[in-house]
Nanobody
């Protein structure tokens, strides 16, 4: 079973920044599609951003131009840089890895945006 370890969540004021990290103990990390999802209280989990094995990225409309997903294949880590955070970004953020039929999820890290 692949283990994913997320970190970097916390409390931040509106307009602030956070960087989430997700490290994976897995072989062939560079071949996985990596993604960040989030789930706000009372809402369904939604895709925030993903990055393919060749580095192509895509973002949900609410976070475009504010969030950046990146990967470090040498350290088996995916990042989510979040800038200009808004109260509506408050959620538990999860990383996900996909390769062929395999899907692995992290346990989540809480991001709270509040003054």
């Amino acid at each position: 079973q692949v283990q994913l370890a997320e970190s970097g969540g916390g409390l931040v004021q509106p307009g602030g920044s956070l960087r989430l990290s997700c490290a994976a103990a897995v072989n062939y990390f560079n071949s996985y599609v990596l993604a960040w999802y989030r789930q706000a209280p009372g809402k369904q989990r939604e895709l925030v951003a993903h990055i393919t094995s060749d580095g192509s990225t895509s973002y949900a409309d609410p976070v475009k131009d504010r969030f950046t997903i990146s990967r470090d294949n040498g350290n088996n880590t995916v990042y989510l840089q979040m800038n200009n955070l808004k109260p509506e970004d408050t959620a538990v953020y999860y990383c996900k890895m996909e390769r062929f039929t395999m899907n692995y999820w992290g346990k989540g890290t809480l991001v709270t945006v509040s003054s």
